[in-house]
């Protein structure tokens, strides 16, 4: 097996937004730790690209076979001689033989 995408370098920074998250679900009214943090001033939404891996989705029970879609952001993407696959934020999804090879 091979990987060819792995977020190693942002592991350290998932697993301290899961703690974080995980605190604010437990108590919404302590936020007293964030009085050292960063602020930013006239700020707006905005978006930046991320990886993600599309194509026409088969064996799912919530989209027709054949559908056109893209997954949500890839974590890793594992290639093997007989199956590949992809962990997106969301789940792990099988791939196809052709096109990641």
């Given at each position: 097996?091979?990987?060819?995408?792995?977020?190693?370098?942002?592991?350290?920074?998932?697993?301290?937004?899961?703690?974080?998250?995980?605190?604010?679900?437990?108590?919404?009214?302590?936020?007293?730790?964030?009085?050292?943090?960063?602020?930013?001033?006239?700020?707006?939404?905005?978006?930046?690209?991320?990886?993600?891996?599309k194509g026409r989705v088969v064996a799912n029970a919530d989209r027709p076979s054949g559908a056109r879609i893209k997954t949500s952001q890839t974590f890793a993407v594992v290639l093997?001689?007989?199956?590949?696959?992809?962990?997106?934020?969301?789940?792990?999804?099988?791939?196809?033989?052709?096109?990641?090879?």
């Amino acid at each position: 097996m091979k990987i060819i995408h792995f977020i190693d370098d942002q592991l350290a920074g998932l697993k301290r937004l899961i703690v974080d998250l995980e605190k604010l679900e437990a108590d919404l009214s302590d936020l007293t730790e964030l009085k050292g943090s960063r602020a930013l001033y006239r700020c707006v939404p905005s978006f930046r690209a991320a990886s993600c891996v599309k194509g026409r989705v088969v064996a799912n029970a919530d989209r027709p076979s054949g559908a056109r879609i893209k997954t949500s952001q890839t974590f890793a993407v594992v290639l093997g001689e007989d199956h590949s696959c992809e962990r997106t934020l969301e789940k792990w999804c099988r791939l196809g033989t052709e096109g990641m090879r």
